[in-house]
């Protein structure tokens, strides 16, 4: 059978996957006092997923009724993580580590809804906690926006931001070995890069750059090229050259009958 490699970067992101064990005493933990509290604070979490992404809300039609209202927990609590740091709060920082430590309680709040229906899907379904502290770390960083020198930086970026949910949505959706984790990390750094590449001039506005520093220099261009817009061969190369390795990235992401996972030691 073929053997998929995990390059160097991607042996990086396995490591911080595998930081990850399911959450202790969770059968003793009940986050609602009645089944109505309950069904209010799914609800609540289903109409925020309709409000804010129609293409998941319609994705997640797709599964079984309690897998649908776990996965619609998951992207509240994504939802609510990312919104406080691309707000215009200036206690941004205060808000996300006050959200971290309701978001990972045993006990959520009671009028907290979408608090009450994540923690109700992380203990049901087993989701490691550390998944969710690595997705809150890694919105985090957008809280001071930096440079990344080279490919495998934002990539570690992306793990925190997108590979996390995919890890997660895992344990709700089903996966039939730890192999599926590789197959995560993929997916969401490729997408994660797909909005990279969709919303530079955006991010620019907010102080942030993610293409790598070194790339841009070898295609002859700097962030003040990025500044003015500008769209010449040398951007078109650029982007060119960026989007042949997502296309690639999207490829490795999808495993196939015949693939036999193997983790080599390869630069």
């Known amino acids: 059978m073929a053997a998929v490699y995990a390059q160097t970067w991607e042996r990086k992101l396995l490591s911080l996957a595998n930081q990850a064990v399911p959450p202790a005493n ?3 933990v009940k986050p609602f006092a009645s ?4 069904r209010r604070a799914y609800a609540y979490c289903e109409r925020l997923t309709a409000e804010h992404s129609r293409s998941f809300h319609l994705a997640s039609c797709l599964l079984p009724p309690a897998k649908r209202r776990a996965i619609r927990a998951l992207y509240a609590f994504c939802r609510i ?3 406080i740091v691309d707000g215009t709060h200036d206690n941004a920082g205060s808000l996300l580590a006050a959200w971290r430590k309701r978001a990972l309680s045993l006990h959520p709040a009671p009028d907290d809804l979408a ?3 994540w923690t109700d899907t992380r203990l049901r379904y087993g989701i490691p906690t550390r998944y969710a502290e690595q997705l809150i770390a890694g919105v985090a960083q957008d ?4 440079r990344y020198a080279t490919f495998e930086e934002p990539t570690t970026y992306a793990y925190g931001v997108a590979s996390t949910v995919g890890l997660m949505s895992m344990h709700i959706i089903g996966f039939a070995s730890a192999e599926a984790a590789l197959y995560a990390i993929r997916l969401g750094v490729a997408l994660q890069l797909t909005n990279i590449l969709r919303d530079v001039g955006e991010d620019w506005r907010a102080g942030r750059v993610y293409l790598p520093q070194r790339e841009l220099a070898a295609f002859d261009l700097n962030e003040a090229d990025i500044g003015r817009g500008c769209v010449d061969e040398r951007w078109r190369a650029l982007m060119r050259f960026q989007i042949a390795r997502n296309r690639t ?3 490795e992401a999808m495993p196939t009958r015949s693939t ?3 983790l080599a030691h390869t630069t």
């Open 26 to 28: 969770a059968a003793t």
């Open 35 to 38: 089944a109505p509290q309950r």
């Open 143 to 146: 809280l001071t926006p930096t």
């Open 260 to 262: 036999n996972l193997k």
């Open 249 to 251: 990235l999207y490829a």
């Open 115 to 117: 608090e009450g229906a």
């Open 81 to 83: 993580s990312d919104d």
